[in-house]
């Protein structure tokens, strides 16, 4: 018979959870962990372990983050402004 596995600390996920939280690959999960980026993670017990709370305020960041998401970032949005151009004529002597 297989040990059931330990379950993570309170208000956490072990890694694979995490991935399936957040819809990523586990692969995916571990490149940014080793790049230092992606939501931050930290080891308890030995396994590697998300914040549920992180990953909802990356999620989020990464919402605000999108155009398709926040209208106020699609440059299709933004307001045109007229630029004169600093160059003025010199005046002719009479």
Same mark, same amino acid.
């Given at each position: 018979?297989?040990?059931?596995?330990?379950?993570?600390?309170?208000?956490?996920?072990?890694?694979?959870?995490? &991935?399936?939280? $957040?819809?990523?690959? $586990?692969?995916?999960?571990?490149?940014?962990?080793?790049?230092?980026?992606?939501?931050?993670?930290?080891? *308890?017990?030995?396994?590697?372990?998300?914040? $549920?709370?992180?990953?909802? &305020?990356?999620? &989020?960041?990464?919402?605000? *983050?999108?155009?398709? %998401?926040?209208? %106020?970032?699609?440059?299709?949005?933004?307001? $045109?402004?007229?630029?004169?151009?600093?160059?003025?004529?010199?005046?002719?002597?009479?």
């Amino acid at each position: 018979m297989t040990p059931k596995p330990k379950p993570a600390p309170p208000g956490c996920l072990w890694l694979a959870d995490a &991935a399936d939280y $957040i819809g990523y690959e $586990i692969s995916t999960l571990r490149k940014w962990r080793w790049k230092k980026i992606g939501p931050a993670s930290f080891r *308890a017990g030995g396994k590697v372990t998300y914040r $549920i709370a992180v990953l909802d &305020a990356w999620l &989020a960041a990464q919402e605000a *983050a999108d155009p398709h %998401s926040n209208p %106020s970032l699609d440059p299709a949005n933004a307001p $045109i402004e007229m630029h004169l151009s600093s160059h003025v004529p010199a005046q002719r002597a009479a």
